[in-house]
Every structure is written in structure tokens, then in C-alpha cells.
């Protein structure tokens, strides 16, 4: 039989499996102060990196990923950024150097990840239709059949072509095998 301290310990971690940030405000709130809180053992840290690998061998992608937390942000506290000795001059002169160096352009590229939780919630906000349902997936195609181009159905629907292009690529491909099987596509003539 389980002792009370394990059996606690599991409770705050199932608790804490599903993403508790829904709002760009609760992440602020989250880093705000002179400690973050670790969301699987409870325990406050300014940087909680090191902890993360140490206690509960997770990487802080995993972390993220797992909590909803964005990808950009450090997990540290933001009495510890105010700290870090990161001033505005030292920023500028480090951005000046990666420019010159051409860092950016010979950097890895990393792999695409999913939005954040309140970042799906903004986008959806912001555009009145949640760019991964159906009713967009009708809307889009639509237009695609139509005959528009991607970037001019993005400026329609305003938002980023590469949204619009990864649906049109699929159907573009199918229409394509289409008309190599000697199966025209029809179009709407409106």
C-alpha cells in the first residue's frame, strides 16, 4: 500500500496533466513574482530548468508542451529576468552581432510545434472562425475551387497563406492525379 506522501505526489500530478493556462493573462499571472511554480510537485523556483531535468527527468519542451505554456518564454521567474543583467543595450548589441555574424541565416531550423492552448483560443478570437474546423475547411475550399489563389483567399480570411497552402496542397495534388487518370475536375462556374 501506497504510503500518504506518494500518494499525494500522484494526485498533483494528475491533477496537472491537463494544460491549466487558457488565457495570454493566466501566463502572465504564472510567470509574474519572484518564483514560478513547478506544476508537477508543487514547489517554487526562480529557474526551473534545472529542476525539471534533476527531479522529474522532463525536458522543459515536454513541460511546455504538457501545460500549455509558450514555446518563446524561458521558465523562469520574472524577478529573475529582471535580474539576469539582459538590458536593452546588451539585447541591441547582441542582435547587431547575430545579424552580422549571419546566425539566423545558417541556423538549425526548427521543427514545426503546436500552438499553445491560449494561443489557439486568441486565433480564434481574433479570426471568428477556428482555422482547423470544418466550417474554415468549407469556406477555404470554396474560394479554392473557385479558383483564387492562396494568398488572395489568406487576405479574405486574414490570415497566414501557409494556413491557406498546407489544405490547397492536398487538394491541388488530388485534382492532379485527377486529371492524369483522364477524370476531369469540375468547377464551380459561379
Not at 494526485?11 to 496533466?17: G, N, T
Not at 534533476?54 to 529582471?82: C, I, M, Q
Not at 498546407?166 to 495534388?173: G, V
Request: glycine share 6%; charged share 30%; hydrophobic share 35%.
Amino acid at each position: 500500500m501506497p504510503s500518504d506522501k506518494t500518494s499525494a505526489r500522484r494526485v498533483i500530478v494528475h491533477e496537472a496533466s491537463s494544460p491549466p493556462f487558457r488565457t495570454r493573462g493566466e501566463i502572465d499571472r504564472y510567470f509574474r513574482g519572484k518564483t514560478i511554480k513547478c506544476l508537477l510537485c508543487g514547489r517554487r523556483f526562480r529557474r526551473l530548468g534545472g529542476h525539471l531535468a534533476s527531479k522529474h527527468n522532463v525536458s522543459v519542451d515536454e513541460y511546455r508542451s504538457r501545460f500549455g505554456l509558450p514555446w518563446t518564454r524561458g521558465l523562469v521567474s520574472a524577478d529573475s529576468v529582471a535580474n539576469s543583467g539582459w538590458t536593452e543595450e546588451r539585447k541591441a548589441r547582441a542582435r547587431r552581432v547575430a545579424r552580422k555574424t549571419r546566425f539566423f541565416l545558417l541556423a538549425h531550423t526548427v521543427p514545426r510545434r503546436d500552438l499553445a492552448p491560449f494561443l489557439k483560443v486568441d486565433a480564434i478570437r481574433n479570426l471568428g472562425i477556428a482555422p482547423t474546423s470544418k466550417a474554415f475547411e468549407e469556406r477555404v475550399r470554396t474560394l479554392f475551387e473557385r479558383g483564387q489563389s492562396d494568398r488572395a483567399i489568406a487576405r479574405a480570411f486574414k490570415v497566414n497563406p501557409s494556413t491557406v497552402s498546407r489544405r490547397t496542397k492536398i487538394w491541388r495534388t488530388h485534382r492532379a492525379s485527377l486529371i492524369r487518370h483522364g477524370v476531369a475536375p469540375q468547377l464551380d462556374e459561379k
